[in-house]
């Protein structure tokens, strides 16, 4: 039974370019692959090749380092030209090791025994999961196998979440389509492991072909997972949201998912999970979605991870008309490209090319018609309107108890004012006014 969430908005989904378009893999692949260092929420790797070293496909090149990181793989064989600052599509640069492409794709020859999954354990999952250098592709990008060990023993609810509710994208729900046999393989076997009692894929009723293929397969095996397909609403593939909707539990405020007994996992987090598990492979390769107005012919794409966000657009035709906004990830999250020379990370979804009628510039500060629509939409039952209002006055006392802390940046506030006020700038200039203790100069 599906349950609600409160607040959210209903942008047009803008999914129709793509919704119908399969995965398919590049026709020209890149000529060289750039690998940022860091691709995961706690850190960057460290370089575990050289300057003039052959690569082979899966081939480990970076390991966690004492700050943290994520194991990283070449996604094609080659030679090693430089390890060097590139730009990172999270903004600014990044160290990064670039590979030239041989054209060869030639595999590793250490790649791990594929297993099956009755003989798939606790201590298995959390070794290959860390092995493969896996992290939440949803946008998250936090270890999985940190989040598999801390879950183990402590949930009765596994969520899948195939929601996909930002406008445009449309990577998972063809991910959910094509590959939906071993995603709940994946999602039975990390269920069974973590000791969940319930199976969950949530996913939105405006991807009703994926749910039907879910739904034959869970038939054909008799399997014990759930499908639930709700209202398109956004921001439903919020963790706290998607549980909310998936079991009527309530993530408390400062607390996490593992406080209600539930753990949540991307559909393309637990594709490449059972991908490391029943096939040996590690992470090197995701779907990805190139649309937008701007872009001529939009599509879903199955990239090496490093491939230039360039390379992908020429994939697509390159523009059409001149982009007034290009983003990875959809508009209400998307964080705005500085070049398309940064590559495709691992938790990349898309690259959305905006024109100057689909992108909504925020304004810079008109004044509040105080209508109440933020306080309305706001799926955390934040008040966005005092939050301004507090940090304006320099208030750090009063804006302590607006719990700005609990914001997940989901960007309804900014999305639903009518006064065009960029909401989300504003809260997240408050939490850190709060954190350095200091208000507005």
């Known amino acids: 039974m599906a349950h609600t969430f409160f607040g959210g908005v ?14 398919s893999k590049l026709t020209r692949p890149p000529l060289e692959v750039v690998i940022p260092l860091l691709m995961s929420a706690d850190g960057p790797s460290v370089p575990v090749v050289r300057p003039g070293e052959m690569v082979s496909v899966r081939q480990v090149i970076a390991q966690p380092g004492a700050d943290g990181g994520a194991m990283a793989h070449a996604s094609v064989s080659g030679r090693v030209a430089a390890i060097e600052n590139r730009p990172h599509p999270w903004g600014g640069s990044s160290l990064a090791i670039v590979i ?33 250098g896996i992290v939440g592709m949803g946008g998250g990008a936090f270890p999985a196998w940190e989040k598999v060990s801390q879950a ?18 449309t990577a998972d729900h063809r991910l959910l389509l094509e590959r939906s046999e071993k995603i709940l393989r994946g999602a039975s076997t990390l269920g069974r492991c973590l000791g969940a009692q319930r199976v969950v894929i949530v996913t939105e009723g405006d991807k009703l072909n994926a749910a039907e293929s879910v739904e034959r397969r869970l038939r054909r095996h008799r399997s014990s997972a759930q499908l639930c397909t709700v209202r398109t609403r956004y921001p439903l593939g919020a963790e706290k949201q998607i549980i909310q909707t998936a079991t009527g539990r309530e ?19 637990v594709y490449a999970i059972q991908d490391a598990l029943f096939f040996g492979h590690p992470l090197t390769h995701r779907a990805v979605t190139v649309t937008g107005g701007a872009v001529t012919r939009p599509r879903n794409l199955w990239v ?26 959809g508009p209400m999250m998307g964080i705005p490209l500085q070049s398309l020379d940064a590559p495709v990370t691992k938790d990349t979804n898309s690259l959305v090319c905006l024109t100057r009628g689909e992108h909504k510039p925020q304004g810079n500060g008109a004044v509040c018609i105080r209508c109440g629509k933020c306080v309305a939409a706001c799926p955390m039952h934040l008040a966005p309107t005092f939050i301004r209002r ?19 940046s989901c960007g309804c506030c ?4 009518p006064a065009q006020i960029p909401l989300v700038e504003t809260v997240a200039r408050a939490r850190t006014a709060l954190e350095k203790g200091v208000g507005p100069r």
């Open 251 to 269: 993530v408390p405020p400062g607390g996490s998912p593992l406080d209600v007994k539930c753990v949540v996992f991307n559909v393309a987090t």
């Open 414 to 417: 900014s999305f639903i004012c």
């Open 152 to 169: 183990a023993g402590r949930v009765d609810t596994l969520i899948v979440n195939a929601a996909e509710c930002e406008p445009y994208v």
């Open 390 to 408: 507090a940090l304006d006055e320099g208030d750090m006392a009063r804006l302590a108890r607006y719990h700005v802390e609990d914001c997940i």
């Open 304 to 329: 090496p991870i490093g491939t230039p966000l360039g390379h992908l657009l020429e994939e697509a035709g390159g523009l059409r008309e001149e982009a007034d906004l290009m983003l990875t990830g």
């Open 10 to 23: 209903f942008p047009a989904t803008r999914k129709s370019n793509t919704r119908r378009k399969p995965l």
């Open 100 to 132: 030239r492409s041989d054209g060869q794709n030639n595999p590793w020859s250490g790649s791990p025994t594929p297993k099956e999954p009755k003989d798939v354990d606790l201590e298995l999952l959390v070794s290959r999961t860390r092995a493969a």
